[in-house]
């Protein structure tokens, strides 16, 4: 497709269990983000990818968050031992290098009951 | 530390009416200034933005202009219509090529036919 795809659009999970999010990114977009969006709150940062590899993992909450980019273009947000508090919209955006516009996609939105 | 302070909403208006969305911020260095914007069922996307002191962005009839003096952003537009119901974020990012963004907590805005 042409814009950003992230799945789960929705997911359900019991406290404690582990969790995978997928974003495929605009073909040829080397730089790749994700950001989590509570409730009535703006996106807040998690990870940026350029390329492969995580050039700022910053945002990323604690350990049991974990981002990979393997081959430079889809990427996997990994969630261990999920918490009720790990609730939220989890965004997926990509933009090429220096444009200044990130392209979003419409997100996953977890729960963890 | 570096933030970002909308106006809260939730706004209404009627069509055709004036629109400023309140934005300031507090940054560490000199940021560059964005308005997102997430229309119902679709993903964030770039409004517009300015990278410098005094600059004025513009897009589809909505203006802001960077003020370095009173740290603000505000959004503006002189005839809001019907299609422009969403949910409007203010953002800025300190880092140049890479969009690490910190938004505010996000306006919505409904018009009224």
């Known amino acids: 497709g042409a814009g950003v795809s992230q799945t789960p659009s929705n997911k359900v999970t019991e406290k404690g269990k582990y969790v995978e999010l997928r974003c495929d990114p605009i073909?040829?977009?080397?730089?790749l983000y994700w950001y989590r969006q509570s409730l009535g709150q703006g996106p807040e940062f998690l990870i940026y990818?350029?390329?492969?590899?995580?050039?700022?993992d910053s945002g990323l909450p604690n350990d049991r968050f974990f981002a990979v980019r393997p081959e430079g273009s889809v990427s996997t947000l990994k969630i261990q031992r999920t918490e009720r508090g790990d609730s939220a919209v989890y965004l997926c955006?990509?933009?090429?290098?220096?444009?200044?516009?990130?392209?979003f996609g419409e997100g996953s939105r977890l729960t963890v009951l | 530390g570096n933030s970002v302070t909308q106006m809260e909403g939730p706004v209404t208006l009627s069509e055709e009416a004036f629109l400023t969305i309140n934005c300031t911020y507090t940054?560490?260095?000199?940021?560059?200034l964005f308005w997102y914007v997430q229309y119902p069922g679709e993903g964030l996307q770039l409004l517009l933005k300015?990278?410098?002191?005094?600059d004025k962005g513009s897009n589809k009839g909505f203006e802001a202009t960077y003020r370095k003096e009173t740290t603000s952003f505000h959004l503006e537009k002189g005839s809001v219509q019907v299609s422009d119901s969403a949910v409007y974020f203010c953002?800025?990012?300190?880092?140049?090529?890479?969009?690490?963004?910190?938004f505010g907590q996000g306006t919505r805005l409904t018009i009224n036919p």
């Open positions: 940054a560490t260095g000199y940021p560059s």
């Open positions: 300015a990278t410098k002191a005094d």
């Open positions: 953002a800025l990012s300190l880092i140049q090529g890479a969009q690490k963004l910190v």
């Open positions: 990818f350029q390329g492969t590899g995580a050039a700022d």
């Open positions: 073909s040829g977009h080397t730089a």
């Open positions: 955006a990509s933009s090429q290098v220096n444009t200044g516009e990130l392209f």
